[in-house]
C-alpha cells in the first residue's frame, strides 16, 4: 500500500519541527529516513501514526489517515518506537501478542492462531529462548528485537520502524534489516525506517529521505542522496562515499 505524505508540519512546545514534509513511500518499497539528531525523523513517524498532531495530508492506499478509526490504523500501520514503554513485569510473549490486538474482538481473547503467529515471530527474531522472560530483564538489543516483533505479529501492510537497529550486534542488525526486507518482497510490505547508519540505509532501502532542521533537504535513490558533499552539508562530517555491491554507497569516517 501506498503510503503518501503532502506538506506535514508540525509544531512542538510552540516549535516548527517538521515543515512542508511530503513524500511518496509506494508498495513494497523501502523508505529510510536520514538526519541528523533532532533533524524530526522520529516526529514524522509519530506524526503519520497520530501520536502527534500535524497540518497535511497522511494517505495508505488513498485512505485518510487522521479520519481512521484507531483499530483500523493498527490493521493497516505497524509501529517499532525507539523508547517504548515498557510494561513491568510483561514476558516477551505477552508483549509481542499485544501486536494481535487489532484482531481481537472488544471483550475476546487472542485466538490459538494468534498464539501461533506470535510463536513464529519471536522464533524468527531469535527470541524463543526470552519468550517466558519479563521484557524488563532483557538486554537492550534483546529488547530491541521483541519490540519489532510486536509490530511484525500485527502483520501489516505498512511497517514504521525507528532506528530499529541501533542497539543491535552486526549480526542481529543484518538478520533484522534480511527479515524486513524478505517480508517486504513476499508479503509487498510498505517499509519507512529512521536509521543512523547511513551504509546500511544504503544497502537496503529504494529511496533516501534526509530531513534536516524539519524540511527534506534531499530525496532519491542512495547513490543520489549520499554524497561526500551533502554528508558534509548536513551531518557536519568528513567521509569518503564509495560504490559497494550493486552501486550502493559505502560511507567511511574520515579523520580530520
Ligand atoms: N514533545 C516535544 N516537545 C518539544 N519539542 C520536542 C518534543 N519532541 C521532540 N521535540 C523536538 O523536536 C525535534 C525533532 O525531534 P525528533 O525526535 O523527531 O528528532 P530525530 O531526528 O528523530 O532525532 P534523533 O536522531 O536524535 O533521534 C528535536 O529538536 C526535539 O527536541
Redesign the pocket.
Known amino acids: 500500500m501506498t503510503v503518501r505524505i503532502r506538506k506535514l508540519d508540525?509544531a512542538?512546545?510552540?516549535?516548527p519541527?517538521?515543515r512542508g514534509v511530503s513524500l511518496d513511500a509506494p508498495a513494497g518499497s523501502w523508505t529510510a529516513?536520514i538526519?541528523?539528531?533532532?533533524?524530526?525523523?522520529?516526529?514524522?513517524?509519530?506524526a503519520v501514526l497520530g501520536l502527534?498532531p500535524s497540518e497535511g495530508a497522511i494517505t495508505v492506499a488513498g485512505e485518510d489517515l487522521q479520519a481512521l478509526k484507531p483499530r483500523r490504523r493498527s490493521q493497516l500501520i505497524a509501529y517499532a518506537p525507539?523508547s517504548p514503554n515498557v510494561p513491568v513485569g510483561m514476558t516477551v510473549f505477552d508483549y509481542t501478542l499485544l501486536g494481535r490486538s487489532p484482531y481481537i474482538p472488544h471483550l475476546g481473547r487472542e485466538s490459538a492462531a494468534d498464539r501461533v503467529i506470535t510463536a513464529k515471530v519471536i522464533d524468527r527474531l531469535d527470541l524463543t529462548e526470552f519468550a517466558a522472560r519479563p521484557l524488563v530483564e532483557l538486554s537492550g538489543g534483546e529488547r530491541q528485537r521483541a519490540v519489532l516483533a510486536r509490530a511484525l505479529a500485527q502483520q501489516t501492510p505498512v511497517l514504521l520502524l525507528?532506528?530499529p537497529t541501533t542497539a543491535l550486534d552486526i549480526g542481529h542488525q543484518q538478520q533484522v534489516m534480511e527479515l524486513v526486507d524478505q517480508l517486504r518482497i513476499s508479503d509487498e510490505l510498505t517499509v519507512v525506517t529512521?536509521i543512523?547508519d547511513l551504509s546500511l540505509a544504503a544497502q537496503y532501502a529504494d529511496d533516501l529521505v534526509l530531513?534536516s532542521h524539519?524540511r527534506v533537504a534531499a530525496a532519491g535513490p542512495p547513490d543520489e542522496v549520499l554524497t561526500r558533499a551533502t554528508v558534509e552539508e548536513h551531518f557536519d562530517a568528513r567521509v569518503s562515499v564509495a560504490p559497494g555491491p550493486a552501486g550502493r554507497p559505502i560511507l567511511s569516517l574520515e579523520r580530520p
Request: hydrophobic share 35%; no cysteine.
Open positions: 508540525v512542538l512546545g510552540g516549535r519541527v517538521l529516513v538526519g541528523p539528531n533532532g533533524a524530526g525523523k522520529s516526529t514524522l513517524l509519530r502527534v525507539q525507528d532506528e529512521t543512523h530531513l524539519g
